[in-house]
């Protein structure tokens, strides 16, 4: 058989699917337009069918290109891996993002449950705010990503949820009856902040951001200080310094799933995926905590 599917031009038409269009696809790969659209032409070439046809002003997928698409994913997956395998030094480090809430508590878990999942690879953590973790993921730099959200796109696989839980200093009082909560924040965008101020204005309870930080040690210093209280994630064990709340209305948990770039071995993604639901579903004993608590994980 002379015709043959060649891998980049299998990367760029997923590429085109992945990114939503031939110019998104083309920046990411880092080639020219005319390049990507050449590549499909080359695989309509091979197949002897078109793949993409016009609609309007833009294009879409027809009922060959879908099903090509389905198939072009597995295949540039084991390519990968193969390649992968005979590759020591690309094999051997995984980076994998989450925020700092996850840094004290939820790391060292998850090294330790890693070192049994992914043997022979070497576990690197990218520690930043959701926002930058997403433009890291976008841009390849993270081969997996834990984010708060629904797994509504294919990359992400639902692992788990996040139980959250208020929490306070030692002395810190509530305000007298009429006065409003003071809320240590953290800044925009932020999961946490929109679960805790969502929470308290379902049960009408009057609040006031008392303080307002970018980073998790501003908010805990805040609440140490006796600021206010603050919605926090963490594994069944209260920061140091500070005291869970169980006088103030338990908000719902956030779900938690995990993104794996293009390119990543499927057996590395679900073997971490396993590892995360197992510590999710793993309660943490503490010695006097009012709520059990399964995970630190921030916006």
Known sequence: MSRTLDIAPLRSFVAVADAGGFQRAADA???????????VRRLESAIGRPLVERRG?????????????????G??????????????????TIVIGSTEHAAAQLLPSLATAFDGSVPRYRVKFRIDRGTKLRESFATGRIDLALFIGPADDPRATQVGDLDLAWYSAPAWSPPRKGEPLPVVAFDNPCALRDRALGTLSHHSIPFVIA???????????????????????TLGQPPEGLVAR??????????????????????VSERVSDALRRLLTTPVL????????????GA
């Open 286 to 297: 503490t010695e006097a905590p009012p709520h059990d608590f399964v995970l630190a994980k």
């Open 211 to 233: 303080a307002e930080a970018n980073q998790l040690a501003g908010v805990q210093a805040a609440v140490s200080a006796g600021v206010g209280v603050a919605l926090l994630a």
């Open 29 to 39: 790969l880092h080639l020219s337009q005319g390049a990507v659209s050449q590549h």
């Open 75 to 92: 295949i540039l997956a084991l390519h990968d891996e193969v390649l992968q395998s005979f590759d020591n030094e690309a094999r051997g």
């Open 57 to 73: 002003r833009g294009s879409r997928f027809t009922a060959d290109g879908e099903k090509l698409l389905s198939l072009a994913r």
């Open 246 to 267: 169980d006088d103030l209305p338990r908000p719902k948990p956030l779900p938690l799933a995990l993104w794996t770039r293009q390119g990543v071995a499927p057996t």
